[in-house]
């Protein structure tokens, strides 16, 4: 149940103002590479934005523009191949979501304009020089508002609201994307001052993860947070399924894991996102350089709560917390 409409306006990007929907020149059809980690099945709602924005600015596939669509299908081995294709095929950019495909877009091509979707923290993870001015060939969004460990605080700060006894939390992860080792380190910092007791529990894949949750039940842990990455986002119905079952309350920053069983879930609109990321496209393909163009930041976060993951659990959400809302599943 909607209880409000999310209206994210993302500085400029999202803004796709009348004067903007100027015609391409005529008879140039540029080639935009898409590159996802994960299956387009999982992807639909994301490209549909993507293609939605592209059409807002006066761009129509298959007759000004062309996408070559490449996903690894959760295969993340696959990704510098599929990057590598792309750079091949002669495309004029490429859009990638995550970390992951950002870093193989980057390794495939120095000069290839590249417009990353939605990367948690792109200058401490080193594809950015600074937001205000990327200085490469990469531009896009900071999903995170540039401070990842803020949010990540708040994600902590509804946990503790939904559990006010909460003072063990576990950390699934995969250690195979190295930028989790900062993540992890920004939860450690989080977790010291509110004397919470923080364990990391490592899953690489659908057969660790019946290890990964006895880890957590042997620790005796009351809930846990996600960290979301392509392997683990593809396995979220099996993390949602035992989650109800080992009785651990757990967050996570995309929606989705919300919908597959987890407690919480607080994270931007991915969907305004790559809606915003066309705009880096059409402005990079009027002149702009990638290393101009700031990277910018959602200024509106998402709160989903699963109501019917509660009352399994035997947790009563306080009434606050479920008015803060934009989405209860019941």
């Known amino acids: 149940m909607k209880r409000r409409e999310l209206i994210t306006l993302i500085g400029g990007a999202a803004a796709l103002p009348f004067a903007a929907r100027a015609q391409q020149p005529a008879g140039r059809v540029y080639r935009v ?3 996802a980690g994960g299956s387009r099945d999982q992807q639909i709602h994301l490209i549909n934005a993507f293609e939605e924005g592209l059409r807002s600015l006066g761009y129509r596939i298959g007759q000004n523009i062309a996408i070559e669509y490449r996903f690894a299908d959760g295969e993340v081995q696959r990704l510098p191949a599929l990057a590598a294709d792309l750079v091949q095929l002669g495309v004029d950019l490429i859009v990638c979501g995550n970390h992951a495909s950002t870093v193989e877009a980057m390794k495939a091509s120095t000069t290839l304009p590249i417009v990353m979707a939605s990367v948690a923290d792109p200058v401490r993870d080193g594809l950015v020089v600074s937001l205000a001015r990327p200085g490469g060939n990469v531009t896009g969004f900071s999903a995170d508002g540039g401070s990842e460990s803020e949010t990540q605080g708040k994600r902590l ?3 503790k609201e939904a559990l006010p006894n ?8 995969n250690p195979d994307f190295r930028a989790h ?3 992890l380190e920004s939860m450690r910092d989080l977790t010291q001052p509110l004397a919470l007791k923080l364990v990391a529990v490592e899953a690489r894949g659908l057969d660790t993860l019946e290890q990964a949750f006895a880890t957590m039940v042997k620790e005796q842990m009351q809930a846990f947070i996600v960290f979301s990455d392509t392997v683990l986002f593809n396995y979220r119905q099996q993390i949602g399924v035992m989650a109800i079952k080992n009785r651990l309350p757990a967050t996570s920053g995309l929606k989705e894991f919300a919908e597959a069983g987890l407690l919480l879930s607080y994270g931007p609109d991915f969907r305004t996102l ?3 990321a066309a705009v880096f496209i059409d402005k990079i393909f009027k002149g702009a350089k990638p290393a101009d163009l700031p990277v910018e930041q959602p200024t509106k976060f998402e709160l989903v709560v699963n109501l019917k993951t509660a009352k399994a659990l035997g947790i009563d959400i306080p009434p606050t917390l479920l008015a803060r809302a934009d989405l209860v599943i019941e």
């Open 33 to 35: 590479g898409y590159l």
């Open 157 to 159: 700060e509804l946990l």
């Open 166 to 173: 909460l003072t063990r939390v576990g950390v699934l992860w």
């Open 181 to 183: 080792l900062a993540r």
């Open 274 to 276: 790559y809606r915003g």
